[in-house]
């Protein structure tokens, strides 16, 4: 089974610039999430997406950061204009869970893509 | 609202045990555990439910005492392969409506 895949895998750009994420989550995954991490510290969740809905994007700097999962599957996130402190690895996860009374299902996490803002 | 892990970093001899404490300051409905190791992605390991049910690996075990409002993870004859970063996530409400919020890690470092 294909896990999750992101691309791209690094990125330097400086500040002011745009930049965008894209994720494929597993195959029949109804729920999507974009996670930022900064070095030394534990996942911090951006955006949650049930199929093509936002269930959750409590988190995310709405300024300048925006996603989307137009079709239920792929997933973008772009960063513009991108700041010093967005320096972080951007973690894409995916469960198969769905809404309705249930804890959260295992979430499987794609390779990252870790972003360097000069 | 982040969960407050303990130790932040402990170094053990192969073979012998560990305890990683997550601790929370709201009552939890799940904790989700995880290891990182360094420039890989999270893998899970382990979910606690309220009310005692738990699923996961077959050589770590946890536990979830929901009054005091922690879980911890217990690795057993630790391996080389057990080092890398533990990451508990917490959720507070059942129903998928919320995301998981994760500590800060623990570091563990298996030596030979």
């Known amino acids: 089974e294909a896990g999750v895949a992101q691309s791209p895998r690094y990125k330097i750009i400086e500040k002011r610039q745009s930049v965008a994420f894209w994720c494929n989550p597993i195959?029949?995954?109804?729920?999507l999430y974009w996670y930022q991490q900064i070095l030394g510290q534990g996942p911090k969740l951006l955006i949650q997406f049930q199929n093509n809905g936002v269930v959750d994007d409590s988190q995310l700097p709405k300024d300048r950061f925006s996603a989307e999962r137009l079709k239920g599957v792929d997933s973008t996130l772009k960063i513009q204009p991108a700041k010093l402190e967005d320096s972080a690895v951007y973690l894409c996860a995916s469960s198969f869970g769905v809404l309705g009374g249930g804890p959260k299902e295992t979430q499987y996490f794609g390779p990252g893509t870790r972003l360097l803002v000069l | 609202q982040q969960p407050v892990q303990s130790p932040q970093a402990v170094i053990l001899r192969e073979g012998e045990d560990a305890v990683i404490n997550c601790s929370s300051s709201k009552a939890l409905y799940s904790v989700h555990w995880y290891r990182q190791k360094h420039g890989e992605a999270p893998v899970f390991l382990m979910i606690?439910?309220?009310?005692?049910e738990q699923k996961g690996h077959e050589k770590i075990s946890a536990s979830f005492n929901e009054k005091k409002q922690q879980s911890s993870l217990y690795l057993t004859a630790s391996q080389l392969s057990y080092s890398g970063t533990y990451f508990c996530g917490t959720e507070i409400s059942g129903g998928g409506a919320d995301g998981l919020t994760f500590g800060k890690g623990t570091h563990l470092i298996i030596q030979p």
């Open positions: 195959s029949g995954h109804a729920t």
């Open positions: 606690l439910l309220k009310g005692g």
